[in-house]
């Protein structure tokens, strides 16, 4: 299967410069792990819209049974399972059946879209009405704003009021830091603004796009390779990014949504 190329913001856990990170983003699957339906009829229906390359969606499927990751990019071959079903679709496009799914993750997504309405809208068609979604999120108070991926990118508050024109519910929570993992942040941050103060006029933003998104991947790399090279790359794990209640100093906003709203009672 032919590799995705790097682009620094689609992560590639086959690469060590990206390890810190990686942990980040898992530890908003071992809390969807942790929240995996069971019943009588056993392990429920599980939903991963904007899989990547599948590392997340096979640790739900090795823990909690069947699985449906989308992604408009094919899973690394690795991650495929025998109860992860993989669809390759545009989010704008959900091929699913409405309420089939006991819960629906979607983690790092909604900071792509212009306006998240059909998307937000897949997710809470997807659920069963007793259904469970969660969503994450970079926080804004903690980004390094420069992402060219990222159209925008939320603060807690804004976040939950979008999410309640979807559902009835919707509790924030926040990915957090250990005082290791702040300090790798901090670290990042303080290279890229070094980086960016090359360039104080903002001209960056008026070249072709593809030159913007190849710029982003390479320096990506280059402040990675500054920090092990630096202090070196901190051995971060799951227990360095606890998820409890969000804060300004929540790393990702995750957003724990319950009953979904039809149409009619929006």
Same mark, same amino acid.
């Given at each position: 299967?032919?590799?995705?190329?790097?682009?620094g913001?689609?992560?590639?856990?086959?690469?060590?410069?990206?390890?810190?990170?990686?942990?980040?983003?898992?530890?908003?699957?071992?809390?969807?792990?942790?929240a995996?339906?069971?019943?009588?009829? %056993?392990?429920?229906?599980?939903?991963?819209? *904007?899989c990547?390359?599948?590392? %997340?969606?096979?640790?739900?499927a090795?823990?909690? *049974?069947?699985?449906?990751?989308?992604?408009?990019?094919?899973?690394?071959?690795?991650?495929?399972?025998?109860?992860?079903?993989?669809?390759r679709?545009?989010?704008?496009?959900?091929?699913?059946?409405?309420?089939?799914?006991?819960?629906? &993750?979607s983690?790092?997504?909604?900071?792509?879209?212009?306006?998240?309405?059909?998307?937000?809208?897949?997710?809470a068609?997807?659920m069963?009405?007793?259904?469970?979604?969660?969503?994450?999120?970079?926080?804004?108070?903690?980004?390094?704003?420069v992402?060219?991926?990222?159209?925008?990118?939320?603060?807690?508050?804004?976040?939950?009021?979008r999410?309640?024109?979807?559902?009835?519910e919707?509790?924030?929570?926040?990915?957090g830091?250990s005082?290791?993992?702040?300090?790798?942040?901090? #670290?990042?941050?303080?290279?890229?603004?070094?980086i960016?103060?090359l #360039?104080?006029?903002?001209? +960056? #933003?008026?070249l072709?796009?593809?030159?913007?998104?190849?710029?982003?991947?390479?320096?990506?790399?280059?402040?990675?390779?500054?920090?092990?090279?630096g202090? *070196?790359?901190?051995?971060?794990?799951?227990? #360095?990014?606890?998820?409890?209640p969000?804060?300004? %100093?929540?790393?990702?906003?995750?957003? &724990?949504?319950?009953?979904?709203?039809?149409?009619?009672? +929006?």
């Amino acid at each position: 299967m032919t590799r995705v190329t790097l682009t620094g913001e689609r992560l590639d856990d086959d690469h060590v410069l990206y390890g810190p990170d990686l942990a980040r983003h898992r530890a908003a699957y071992q809390y969807a792990i942790r929240a995996c339906p069971s019943g009588e009829d %056993g392990p429920g229906r599980i939903l991963d819209l *904007g899989c990547g390359n599948g590392y %997340g969606s096979a640790e739900l499927a090795d823990a909690c *049974g069947t699985v449906v990751a989308l992604d408009r990019i094919a899973p690394d071959a690795q991650h495929r399972r025998d109860s992860l079903h993989y669809v390759r679709a545009d989010l704008a496009g959900v091929p699913l059946a409405p309420r089939s799914f006991d819960l629906v &993750v979607s983690f790092q997504v909604i900071e792509h879209l212009e306006d998240p309405t059909a998307y937000l809208e897949a997710i809470a068609s997807a659920m069963k009405p007793a259904g469970l979604a969660l969503v994450t999120t970079p926080n804004i108070l903690q980004s390094d704003r420069v992402n060219p991926f990222h159209v925008h990118e939320y603060e807690g508050d804004e976040l939950r009021e979008r999410l309640l024109g979807h559902f009835g519910e919707v509790e924030m929570l926040g990915v957090g830091m250990s005082p290791a993992a702040a300090r790798y942040q901090a #670290d990042r941050l303080r290279r890229i603004r070094r980086i960016m103060r090359l #360039d104080p006029f903002g001209l +960056r #933003d008026r070249l072709p796009r593809a030159w913007i998104d190849w710029l982003f991947a390479r320096f990506s790399v280059v402040v990675r390779r500054g920090i092990q090279k630096g202090e *070196g790359l901190p051995d971060l794990t799951l227990e #360095d990014f606890p998820v409890g209640p969000a804060d300004a %100093g929540s790393l990702d906003l995750m957003a &724990v949504c319950r009953r979904p709203l039809s149409c009619g009672q +929006r």
